[in-house]
């Protein structure tokens, strides 16, 4: 097993000692120790040790080796831009007493196994919860700080509601099971683990604190998208201005990435992709630039509110909608506006072809992609394995492909639906249910063509048919309303 590069983020807070003034302290091997402020020093070890690999003394001794220490202390200094003198003077104690994160801050790191995830789609869930706020404002919250990153990159984040998701996030006290206990109020505020398998990306909140969406307490949002930075893979800055500065701050402009914090989230992700306005940003547009309207740019970008839109296949993957077109794809967050867009292979390296239909069974966290005869399996947002046959689900062998297919979990059936018929899948048995192939008109009274695309949202099955949408009453028995497709991605 490949060993993971692990982000560890610790936010600590040290409480400040009552004195009123912090004299300069330089470690000598010939001092005394009585003649030392003990607290400062203290303090001073412990935070070179935990973010400067300062070597510990055994038997839990104070590091008083003047060379060894001074020079910690000159690199602590020079991170954040102070006199490099080496010693604990007003300044460099007061950064030490300052809430921050606890990757170290001189850590070396290489973009090696854990850096960085091998994919663009990534799932995360929410497991516990703070009792600090309403679950819908923590919900909010965690889903604006990834937004954060998503934005600023051609990442997406989808949320799933199981435990096999990339990254975790719980709110949690004291010993949790990851070897880095939390110590209660006022101290370690969350901490992430880099990019990787098992607990890689997980992210935990000390629940001893108090957490809130204001200036008061800890702010969630503020926390959360540092924390998320290392879970995807970025390292400390030196820059105060940056999200990824070491230091806590209670208030940010709107803004919060800093041009540092982009470029470094796109050096490892890629820019964000697919936006149309990043053409009309320099007066470019496909009937003015002919390399534009070719294959490097496909048709319908130029245009995703064209009335006439059409999707070959549509399903949902945790929280998002995804849409697909030809070899294009569009990811929709089903509480933002905000959408993804680009090749299918920007977000599935492993699809190179087009997508017939799709259906995503919510109880295995699993979608299923269909290319006609064949079908791909992705799981926690990645694909899985190679395609399969078709003939998996139990078709006959003149089935070749199909038109649309949707997942109905009231029901526990998978219908697909090709031409004039369709077949009904049972989930939990693994197989077709007898009398199948029945006529779509029988059962579906309103439904008299061919569709194109299907999926199923709070209790309607939406029938994608051309540029309109039918919202089915599957328990009804009729249609109950139509709108345009392109009203799916906000047009």
């Given at each position: 097993?490949?060993?993971?590069?692990?982000?560890?983020?610790?936010?600590?807070?040290?409480?400040?000692?009552?004195?009123?003034?912090?004299?300069?302290?330089?470690?000598?091997?010939?001092?005394?120790?009585?003649?030392?402020?003990?607290?400062?020093?203290?303090?001073?070890?412990?935070?070179?040790?935990?973010?400067?690999?300062?070597?510990?003394?055994?038997?839990?001794?104070?590091?008083?080796?003047?060379?060894?220490?001074?020079?910690?202390?000159k690199d602590?200094?020079?991170?954040?831009?102070?006199?490099?003198?080496?010693?604990l003077?007003?300044?460099?104690?007061?950064?030490?007493?300052?809430?921050?994160?606890?990757?170290?801050?001189?850590?070396?790191?290489?973009?090696?196994?854990?850096?960085?995830?091998?994919k663009?789609?990534?799932t995360?869930?929410?497991?516990?919860?703070t009792?600090?706020?309403?679950?819908?404002?923590?919900?909010?919250?965690?889903?604006?700080?990834?937004?954060?990153?998503?934005?600023?990159?051609?990442?997406?984040?989808?949320?799933s509601?199981?435990?096999n998701?990339?990254?975790?996030?719980?709110?949690?006290?004291y010993?949790?099971?990851?070897?880095?206990?939390?110590?209660?109020?006022?101290?370690?505020?969350?901490?992430?683990?880099?990019?990787g398998?098992?607990?890689?990306?997980?992210?935990?909140?000390?629940?001893?604190?108090?957490?809130?969406?204001?200036?008061?307490?800890?702010?969630?949002?503020f926390?959360?998208?540092?924390?998320?930075?290392?879970?995807?893979?970025?390292?400390?800055?030196?820059n105060p201005?940056?999200?990824?500065?070491p230091?806590y701050?209670?208030?940010?402009?709107?803004?919060?990435?800093?041009?540092?914090?982009?470029?470094?989230?796109n050096?490892?992700?890629?820019p964000?992709?697919?936006?149309?306005?990043h053409?009309?940003?320099?007066?470019?547009?496909s009937?003015?630039?002919?390399?534009?309207?070719?294959?490097?740019?496909?048709?319908?970008?130029?245009n995703?509110?064209?009335?006439?839109?059409?999707?070959?296949?549509?399903?949902?993957?945790?929280?998002?909608?995804?849409?697909f077109?030809?070899?294009?794809?569009?990811?929709?967050?089903?509480?933002?506006?905000?959408?993804?867009?680009?090749?299918?292979?920007?977000?599935?390296?492993k699809?190179e072809?087009?997508?017939?239909?799709?259906?995503?069974?919510?109880?295995?966290?699993?979608?299923?992609?269909?290319?006609?005869?064949?079908?791909w399996?992705?799981?926690?947002?990645?694909?899985?394995?190679?395609?399969?046959?078709?003939?998996?689900?139990?078709?006959?062998?003149?089935?070749?492909?199909?038109?649309?297919?949707?997942?109905?979990v009231?029901?526990?059936?998978?219908?697909?639906?090709?031409?004039?018929?369709?077949?009904?899948?049972?989930?939990?048995?693994?197989?077709?249910?007898?009398?199948?192939?029945?006529?779509?008109?029988?059962?579906?009274?309103?439904?008299?063509?061919?569709?194109?695309?299907?999926?199923?949202?709070?209790?309607?099955i939406?029938?994608?048919?051309?540029?309109?949408?039918?919202?089915?009453?599957?328990?009804?028995?009729?249609?109950?309303?139509?709108?345009?497709?392109?009203?799916?991605?906000?047009?």
């Amino acid at each position: 097993m490949p060993v993971m590069v692990l982000s560890c983020c610790v936010l600590v807070l040290l409480m400040p000692g009552l004195c009123l003034s912090a004299p300069t302290y330089m470690p000598d091997v010939t001092s005394s120790p009585s003649a030392e402020p003990q607290g400062d020093l203290k303090l001073a070890t412990e935070y070179l040790q935990q973010y400067y690999d300062l070597e510990k003394e055994p038997l839990g001794r104070m590091k008083r080796s003047g060379a060894s220490f001074t020079s910690k202390v000159k690199d602590m200094q020079i991170f954040f831009g102070l006199n490099a003198s080496g010693a604990l003077d007003f300044d460099t104690l007061e950064l030490m007493r300052s809430p921050r994160c606890g990757v170290p801050d001189v850590e070396e790191y290489s973009h090696i196994q854990g850096t960085r995830w091998n994919k663009n789609v990534i799932t995360y869930s929410i497991g516990t919860y703070t009792r600090d706020m309403p679950r819908s404002t923590v919900d909010s919250l965690i889903d604006s700080a990834f937004s954060v990153w998503a934005r600023a990159s051609s990442l997406t984040f989808v949320r799933s509601h199981n435990r096999n998701a990339d990254i975790m996030v719980e709110f949690v006290t004291y010993e949790h099971g990851d070897l880095y206990p939390f110590d209660g109020p006022r101290g370690t505020l969350a901490h992430a683990f880099g990019p990787g398998l098992g607990v890689g990306g997980d992210t935990h909140f000390d629940d001893a604190e108090h957490w809130t969406a204001g200036e008061t307490g800890f702010n969630l949002f503020f926390v959360a998208a540092h924390e998320f930075g290392h879970a995807l893979g970025l390292k400390h800055s030196t820059n105060p201005e940056s999200l990824m500065y070491p230091n806590y701050k209670s208030s940010r402009p709107a803004n919060i990435l800093s041009s540092e914090d982009v470029a470094n989230i796109n050096a490892l992700y890629g820019p964000v992709r697919g936006h149309a306005n990043h053409l009309s940003r320099f007066g470019w547009s496909s009937q003015h630039s002919p390399w534009l309207s070719g294959s490097m740019l496909p048709r319908l970008m130029q245009n995703k509110c064209d009335p006439d839109l059409t999707f070959d296949a549509v399903s949902t993957l945790g929280d998002a909608t995804f849409f697909f077109k030809g070899r294009y794809l569009w990811i929709k967050h089903n509480e933002h506006y905000d959408t993804k867009e680009g090749p299918i292979t920007n977000f599935m390296p492993k699809i190179e072809t087009s997508i017939d239909a799709a259906f995503w069974v919510p109880r295995r966290s699993t979608a299923y992609l269909i290319h006609e005869s064949m079908f791909w399996t992705v799981r926690g947002s990645l694909v899985r394995g190679k395609p399969r046959a078709l003939s998996h689900f139990g078709f006959p062998a003149w089935v070749q492909d199909v038109d649309a297919a949707v997942h109905i979990v009231k029901t526990g059936r998978t219908l697909f639906f090709m031409h004039d018929i369709y077949w009904s899948f049972n989930e939990n048995r693994r197989v077709m249910d007898f009398g199948f192939p029945k006529y779509i008109s029988d059962d579906f009274p309103g439904v008299n063509t061919t569709i194109n695309a299907a999926v199923h949202k709070e209790g309607f099955i939406y029938f994608f048919i051309g540029p309109e949408v039918y919202k089915y009453d599957y328990t009804q028995k009729h249609v109950v309303g139509v709108e345009k497709a392109n009203s799916w991605l906000g047009c």
